[in-house]
């Protein structure tokens, strides 16, 4: 077992790092890059050095282990919500304070109006089809409206 250990060099460490990123292309979860990351970075090391197999392990270790919590600050930061289309994802809510025109009658409550390409479904008092309306509430696809 030592002697496999003893073995490891640089074209091991990137063969084994470019193993890991494809795994990671096969089922991605974005972990298996970060430990294909530090393996290639052992082999591009043990380049221009020579280190020995306990010292290449240790630096395989300590760059997984790295990769952690700057894999935790890359993902919050691209997480966070553009500020430059605050209504993404949430296009009923950029829709609130808007006027449109009734496609079909509200009557006992219900209604449509036509947004674009898309049919809503409206909610208010009975209003004739044709008249315009202001959309007070936005509720996942369920609009809310009043005479405008």
């Known amino acids: ?18 193993l890991l990123m494809a795994l990671e ?15 290639l970075l052992v082999g591009l090391i043990s380049f221009v050095t ?10 395989f270790a300590l760059f997984a282990i790295a990769a952690v919590p700057l894999w935790r600050r890359l993902a919050r930061t691209n997480a966070a919500p553009s500020q430059d289309n605050p209504f993404l ?11 449109f025109t009734l496609e079909k009658p509200i009557i006992d409550g219900n209604g449509t109006v036509r947004i674009d390409d898309t049919v809503w479904r409206v909610a208010g008092p009975d209003t004739p089809a044709g008249s315009r309306v202001r959309i007070v509430q936005a509720d996942g696809a369920h609009l809310t409206v009043t005479a405008a």
Do not use: C, E, H, K
């Open 89 to 99: 994802n949430r296009r009923s809510a950029a829709l609130v304070g808007r006027v």
């Open 25 to 39: 292309l096969l089922a991605p979860g974005i972990f298996l890059f970060w430990l294909g990351l530090a393996a």
């Open 1 to 18: 077992m030592s002697d496999m250990f003893v073995t490891l060099g640089t074209w091991n460490w990137l063969i084994f790092g470019v």
């Open 50 to 59: 020579t280190p020995g197999w306990q010292l290449q392990i240790l630096m």
